[in-house]
């Protein structure tokens, strides 16, 4: 099962598997796979910790991390002091309206006076991405993975100077270009049918485009709607070298995700999810809800651009979470969510992916030896 990208990152399996656990990466990693942190969710300092453990944790297998420096940022030239006085101040009125309405509409109850207010800070901020791979530099990390756009040119200066691969997120193949010709070395193609931050195309359709438009020389990974060895295989065949999987670890027994969210995620069927802008300002894929529902109703002033849309939900997302409000909950996941009905260790899922790769990869070569 070894493609061209696990001959240069030194992994056994072309599973690729994305996770803000560093259980759950760790564990992918030592089972022949390659882990990547998520680092979105940590302040620089944490991210050290998570990253130190993981170092000790991984056996000395190789593992990425993925940041989050956002090509399009509203106002991202204004001086640090001034963003978030000024991004406040560019939220209108109605909106301030509408999500006080909304919480109260749905029963959502305050926040109780001792207990302190959400510090108010832009989200998916470029300048945190941007701590989060200087702290990525004192690690042995194989690949640093950009979301949301092409990395700036001097971040992919430095992290081939450490000797690290370069990865990048696209949803669309011009994307995918224009990331190669910033210096990208691995493509990820993600679909539709991803959980997160997503585009419009499917990852059939996606990838083997994808594949094309960046050449021979890019390896291209698959992203969106794998989840079994079947969907693996399928991505190797579009031309992928390897699948790039985030959905599936969420309900396994490593992942940290809070149990009562695990348990929807579970239950849940692959209608259950929508593509909204509510959370971020940017459409994410995750679990439908009451809170999400409000933001498509007629009544809806609309979502602001990132990171607005952020700054404007945060002390709503902090009521939803103080209440146990689990039905209102952001909750990121993709269509694969009806493949995970039960709880499995991370390992059992690495088994599970190579059977059924194993199983699909003989029955189409069955199919072409049956033709002969
Ligand atoms: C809960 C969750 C959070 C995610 N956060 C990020 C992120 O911070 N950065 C990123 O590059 N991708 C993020 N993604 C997308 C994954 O990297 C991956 O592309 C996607 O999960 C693949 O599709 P799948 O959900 O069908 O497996 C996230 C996905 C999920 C489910």
Redesign the pocket.
């Known amino acids: 099962m070894r493609t061209p990208i696990c001959e240069s990152l030194g992994v056994d399996l072309p599973i690729f598997g ?3 656990c560093r259980d759950v990466v760790a564990a992918i990693s030592r089972a022949g796979g390659f882990g ?1 942190l ?4 940590f302040s620089p300092e944490q991210l050290e910790l998570e990253l130190a453990w993981i170092d000790e944790h991984v056996a000395g297998r190789p593992y990425g991390l ?3 420096i956002p090509a399009t940022y509203a106002n991202a030239s204004v001086a640090a002091e001034n963003q978030t006085a000024n991004y406040l101040a560019a939220i209108p009125q109605k909106h301030w309206e509408f999500v006080q309405e909304t919480l109260q509409h749905l029963e959502v109850p305050e926040l109780p006076d001792e207990v302190a207010r959400p510090v108010l800070e832009p989200g998916w901020n470029p300048e945190l991405g941007r701590m989060h791979f200087e702290v990525g530099l004192g690690h042995p990390i194989r690949m640093i ?4 756009g092409t990395p700036p040119a001097e971040v992919v200066e430095r992290a081939h100077a450490k000797g690290m691969l370069v990865g990048g ?1 696209a949803g669309k193949p011009a994307h995918a270009v224009k990331q190669v010709e910033g210096g990208v070395d691995v493509i ?1 193609a ?2 539709t ?6 585009g419009e195309i499917a ?1 059939m359709v996606l990838t083997p485009q994808v594949v094309r438009a960046v050449g021979p020389d890019i390896p291209v990974l698959a ?5 079994s060895g079947e969907q693996l295989a399928a991505a190797i065949a579009l031309g992928a070298q390897g ?6 670890w ?1 309900t396994t027994h490593e992942s940290d ?1 809070d149990p009562a969210v695990k348990q929807r995620y579970l239950a849940a069927s692959s209608d259950a999810t929508v593509r909204t802008k509510e959370n971020s300002g940017k459409p994410c ?2 679990l439908r809800t009451p809170w999400r529902d409000a933001w498509l109703a007629t009544e809806s002033p609309g979502t602001l651009p990132m990171p607005l849309q952020g700054l404007l939900t945060l002390e709503a997302k902090d009521r939803i979470k103080r209440a146990r409000r689990v039905d209102l909950m952001h ?6 969510v009806g493949q995970m009905n039960h709880d499995r260790s991370v390992a059992d899922v690495m088994f599970d992916l190579t059977s059924g790769f194993v199983a699909a990869a003989d029955r189409l070569a069955g199919i072409v030896h049956s033709e002969e």
């Open positions: 994305f996770s803000h990547v998520g680092a979105a969710l993925d940041v989050v993975v950009n979301a949301l997120l990820i993600q679909g049918e991803a959980g997160g931050h997503t990852t992203a969106g709607g794998i989840a699948g790039w999987l985030g959905s599936v969420l995700v894929r995750g909750m990121s996941v993709g269509q694969v």
